[in-house]
């Protein structure tokens, strides 16, 4: 079993940054690909980035967010974050992390296999 904990949301005005960060437990996590998904309400989930398992470590990033936001992960700390920058208010949504046991990055949803709980990020203008 997977615990991933999201931290890190917030508050922010437009043009501000956030990092937010994602804490896994229970199982070997440097192997395993790690993504970013954001849901805001009356909308999907949408895919936001994904970085696979080492030792690849590849990265990928949705259109909406290319160029202001990075994943990175620290496999000594089991953290794997996402550095949000020229924020808008449309990045206002509930954020969360997501985890797969093979350190295959991709961008569809149904494919992670251990979830977090989320946390909101608000952007005001």
């Known amino acids: 079993q997977v615990q991933l904990v999201e931290s890190g949301g917030g508050l922010v005005q437009a043009g501000g940054s956030l990092r937010l960060s994602c804490a896994a437990s229970?199982?070997?996590?440097?192997?395993?690909?790690m993504g970013w998904f954001r849901q805001a309400p009356g909308k999907e989930r949408e895919f936001l980035s994904a970085i696979s398992g080492t030792p690849s470590a590849y990265t990928y990033y949705g259109d909406s967010v290319k160029d202001r936001f990075t994943i990175s992960r620290d496999n000594a700390k089991n953290t794997v974050y996402l550095e949000m920058n020229s924020l808008k208010p449309e990045d206002t949504a509930v954020y969360y992390c997501a985890a797969k046991t093979n350190p295959y990055a991709t961008r569809e949803s149904r494919r992670y296999d251990y979830w977090g709980q989320g946390t909101q990020v608000t952007v005001s203008s």
């Open positions: 229970g199982r070997t996590f440097s192997t395993g690909a």
